[in-house]
C-alpha cells in the first residue's frame, strides 16, 4: 500500500470514531501524565486537535508547564508558547487548524522543547508515522536534540503493522493511544 493509499485508509478509519472519541481522548490524556517522562518535563509541545484526532488539551490540567502549539511559518512549523488553549484561533490557510496567532512572539527553539506529542494518521509500534503529507513535523522533528521525548498521539484503530519508509520520515519514541503507551516492538 502506498502512503497516499493508507491516508485514504485511515480517514475513513477515523470517520467511524463517533462520541467514544472523547472517552478515548480522556485514556490517552491519563496515560501521557501518568508516564514519569511526561512528570519532569516542563516544556511541552502539545497539539490542537483536528476532528478525529485524539484531544490532548486535558493536560493542562496536569500542573504547571509551559505548553507550545505549532504554528505553520512558509514551509516550516514552529511552536509558540501558549498561555490557554483559548489563544488558539483558525488558521488563515486553513480554519479546520488552530493555532497561535501570527502575532505570537514566544516561539520555543527546538533545543530547548523538552516534550513533544506528536498528532499522526497512522503509527507502528516501532515508532514510525505516517503524517498528513506536508512533511512539517518530519522536518521539525528531526531539529530536536535526543534528549527530548517524543510521543506519537492516535487511537487503536490507527496502529498498523508496518509503513512505506522514506529517508527523510522521523520516528517517534513511543506510541500511545486509548490502551496505554504501547511497547516498541523491537
Not at 467514544?20 to 496515560?31: G, L, P
Not at 534528549?147 to 503493522?161: E, P, R, W, Y
Amino acid at each position: 500500500m502506498t502512503k497516499a493509499d493508507l491516508r485514504r485508509e485511515m480517514r475513513r478509519r477515523l470517520q467511524t470514531l463517533g462520541a467514544e472519541r472523547a472517552e478515548k481522548s480522556c485514556a490517552i490524556v491519563a496515560a501521557i501524565a501518568a508516564h514519569p517522562a511526561f512528570a519532569r518535563r516542563q516544556r511541552v509541545a502539545l497539539f490542537a486537535a483536528l476532528p478525529g484526532e485524539p484531544d490532548v488539551e486535558w493536560l493542562w490540567e496536569t500542573g504547571s508547564r509551559v505548553f507550545c502549539y505549532p504554528r505553520i511559518a512558509g514551509e516550516t512549523i514552529e511552536f509558540v508558547q501558549t498561555v490557554s488553549p483559548a489563544e488558539l484561533a483558525p488558521a488563515t490557510w486553513n480554519p479546520r487548524v488552530r493555532e497561535p496567532a501570527a502575532t505570537s512572539t514566544s516561539v520555543i527553539a527546538p533545543a530547548d522543547l523538552e516534550f513533544i506529542l506528536v498528532p499522526g494518521l497512522a503509527f507502528t509500534r516501532d515508532g514510525q508515522r505516517l503524517g498528513r503529507g506536508g512533511g512539517f513535523y518530519d522536518r521539525f522533528l528531526a531539529q530536536l536534540p535526543a534528549s527530548t521525548v517524543k510521543f506519537g498521539v492516535c487511537f487503536d484503530l490507527q496502529m498498523i503493522a508496518e509503513l512505506p519508509a522514506e529517508p527523510h520520515d522521523q520516528r517517534v519514541d513511543a506510541v500511545v493511544t486509548e490502551s496505554g503507551l504501547l511497547p516498541s516492538s523491537d
